[in-house]
């Protein structure tokens, strides 16, 4: 049974920081290219970074290029997403997502709130 599970949202103040963890299970994670995204309610679900499989190439969004760290340990199954600076409209349920081919996954999020 695929199983994705993050952890490590909650509210933080403008200018914290919060690190994103999301745990696999189930499936060859080393094979897997990894993902964050996001959804602020009302929009639409946007990549926030992601790490590929084999070099651990990373990509972001503009929008939080310098802020924040997408890694991944292949050991323990886990990608994380160290997250600084956080601003308000960084405000969203994040997710992991496992993608190959066209093979995806995905967890079931977990609430990351920036305010004062």
């Known amino acids: 049974q695929v199983q994705l599970v993050e952890s490590g949202g909650g509210l933080v103040q403008p200018g914290g920081s919060l690190r994103l963890s999301c745990a696999a299970s189930g499936f060859t994670f080393s094979t897997y290219a990894m993902n964050w995204y996001r959804q602020a309610p009302g929009k639409e679900r946007e990549l926030v970074a992601a790490i590929s499989s084999t070099y651990g190439s990373t990509n972001y969004a503009d929008s939080v290029k310098g802020r924040f760290t997408i890694s991944r340990d292949n050991a323990k199954k886990s990608v994380y997403l160290q997250m600084n600076n956080l601003k308000p409209e960084d405000t969203a349920a994040y997710y992991c997502?496992?993608?190959?081919?066209?093979?995806?996954?995905w967890g079931q999020g977990t609430q990351v709130t920036v305010s004062s």
């Open positions: 997502n496992a993608r190959r081919a066209a093979s995806v996954y």
